[in-house]
C-alpha cells in the first residue's frame, strides 16, 4: 500500500512570492490533516478535512493560507505572500474511518527568505 | 488547551543501553497516547499507541502510561545508531483525532 504522498518535498521562496503544497493520502482515507512544524518543534495542526468537507481551520492563518480538497482525495495548502515566520516544515497526514492511525507524508521543506 | 511537554529535549547514550524518554500532558481526560520517530529522510513513523494505563511492548519500545500522574514514557532497548533521530509524544482525545505533539526529543545512539 502506498504511503501519504507530499510535494514537492523542497522550496525556497523569498517573502511576498506564493507556494503551493501538494498532498495524495492513502487510497480510501477520508480524514486529511495539514500539519506546521517549525524547526525544533513540534508538529502544529494547521487544517484538517473530512471528505471535502473542512471540519477544523481555526489554526489556519486565513488572511495568507488556504487549503482545499474538492474531491475529497488529494489536498492542496497555498500561502500567498509568504513570509519568514513561515519557514517550517508543512507535513499532511490522512487516516481512514475504520484505522486508529495517522499516517503521515515526508513532509515539504520550506524556506521562506 | 492540552499542552505536551517532553524531557529531554536531548539525549545521548550508547548502543545497547536503555534509552529513556518522557512526557506529560496537562488534561488526563486525554486518552490516546502515542509515540513516533522522525527522520529527516523518512518522516513521522508511529511506534507506539497506547490508551490505557500501563504498558505496551512494540518490538524493541515499550510505552509505559500512568494517566494519573499525567505522564507516558517511551523506552528503547539495545538502541542502535539507526534509531537516532527525533522522537515526539502525541495525545489526543477519543474521537477527536487531532494530535498535540510536545517539542521532541533528539536521541544520539553512539557506536
Known amino acids: 500500500e502506498a504511503g501519504v504522498t507530499q510535494s514537492p518535498r523542497y522550496a525556497v521562496l523569498q517573502e511576498g512570492q506564493a507556494v503551493s503544497f501538494w498532498c495524495d493520502p492513502i487510497?480510501?482515507?477520508?480524514?486529511l490533516y495539514w500539519y506546521q512544524q517549525p524547526r525544533d518543534q513540534g508538529p502544529q495542526l494547521l487544517v484538517y478535512?473530512?471528505?471535502?468537507?473542512?471540519?477544523?481551520n481555526s489554526q489556519l492563518p486565513s488572511d495568507r493560507f488556504s487549503a482545499v480538497r474538492p474531491k475529497g482525495t488529494n489536498s492542496t495548502l497555498k500561502i500567498q505572500s509568504a513570509k519568514q515566520g513561515d519557514t517550517a516544515t508543512y507535513l499532511c497526514?490522512?487516516?481512514?474511518?475504520?484505522?486508529?492511525?495517522?499516517?503521515f507524508g515526508k513532509g515539504t521543506r520550506l524556506t521562506v527568505v | 488547551q492540552q499542552k505536551v511537554q517532553q524531557s529531554p529535549e536531548s539525549l545521548t547514550v550508547s548502543e545497547g543501553a536503555m534509552a529513556s524518554l518522557n512526557c506529560t500532558f496537562s488534561d488526563g481526560t486525554s486518552n490516546n497516547f502515542r509515540w513516533y520517530r522522525q527522520h529527516s529522510a523518512k518522516g513521522l513513523e508511529v511506534l507506539v499507541s497506547?490508551?490505557?494505563?500501563g504498558e505496551k511492548e512494540e518490538g524493541r519500545f515499550t510505552a509505559h502510561l500512568n494517566r494519573a500522574n499525567l505522564h507516558v514514557s517511551l523506552h528503547i532497548r539495545e538502541p542502535q545508531p539507526s534509531d537516532s533521530a527525533v522522537y515526539l509524544c502525541?495525545?489526543?482525545?477519543?474521537?477527536?483525532?487531532?494530535?498535540?505533539f510536545g517539542s521532541g526529543t533528539q536521541l544520539t545512539v553512539m557506536p
Open positions: 478535512f473530512r471528505d471535502e468537507a473542512v471540519i477544523d
Open positions: 497526514a490522512s487516516r481512514g474511518t475504520s484505522n486508529t492511525e495517522v499516517f
Open positions: 497506547i490508551f490505557s494505563d
Open positions: 502525541a495525545v489526543s482525545f477519543s474521537g477527536s483525532w487531532q494530535l498535540i
Open positions: 487510497s480510501g482515507h477520508d480524514t
